[in-house]
């Protein structure tokens, strides 16, 4: 019998692989992600199956309630992020409900948190290509990066670095949207919008 603690939790990062691509308001899944790596005490390696880098782990408090996770970011640049996505979901034998999705969203200011289980793309070509593949009832960490000044377009805001306003913060809005992660994996959904649905 599987319980909670054993039952294997995929949180994907989303962003573009590649060192010009780094510091990008549209890779702060991959931050996340990279965060949550560090807590850890793991590194990154390549993924034998799937063209992505993952960690496995717990994360949450030492014993039960801690939960085992494998943290992916997908090597496929976003727009095929459901490929690596669906390869990992495969090998590991997650089901949709242990699926976290954690993606930079237009439509929040910067910084805001918000967490859902379900619905649209809103445009995000990583979660059009992830919903193509799985089927939309994935949880989703969306880290609001706000809209495009003046007529910018939206591919270019995404794909420029976070201004040096912005990044006065960044660091603290991570943080915060990896304790948001986590609670949501070992708390419930529910708890997790109470405490960071800002």
């Given at each position: ?7 294997v939790?995929?949180v ?8 010009e691509?780094?510091?990008n ?5 991959f ?15 390549r ?6 880098q ?5 994360i ?11 943290l992916?970011k997908p090597m ?6 459901g490929?690596?996505?669906?390869a ?40 059009k290509s ?10 989703r960490?969306?880290f ?10 939206v ?7 976070f ?25 419930g ?5 109470s405490?960071?649905n800002?």
């Amino acid at each position: 019998m599987t319980t909670d603690a054993d039952a294997v939790w995929l949180v994907a990062g989303l962003g573009n692989p590649g060192p010009e691509y780094a510091s990008n308001r549209h890779n702060v899944g991959f931050m996340v992600a990279d965060l949550l790596a560090e807590r850890m005490g793991a590194r990154f390696k390549r993924h034998g199956k799937a063209q992505a880098q993952v960690v496995e782990g717990r994360i949450g408090p030492p014993g039960p309630a801690g939960r085992r996770v494998v943290l992916a970011k997908p090597m496929s640049y976003m727009n095929l992020s459901g490929g690596p996505v669906t390869a990992l979901r495969d090998f590991y034998k997650v089901p949709a409900g242990r699926l976290v999705a954690v993606h930079d969203e237009l439509d929040i200011d910067y910084g805001v948190l918000r967490l859902k289980q379900a619905g649209g793309d809103n445009g995000h070509n990583g979660l059009k290509s992830i919903t193509k593949a799985l089927g939309p009832e994935y949880f989703r960490v969306r880290f609001g990066i706000g809209r495009p000044p003046g007529r910018m377009p939206v591919a270019d805001f995404v794909l420029r670095d976070f201004s040096a306003a912005e990044r006065k913060e960044l660091d603290y809005f991570v943080d915060r949207a990896a304790d948001a992660v986590e609670c949501l994996v070992t708390e419930g959904l529910e708890r997790a919008q109470s405490a960071y649905n800002s």
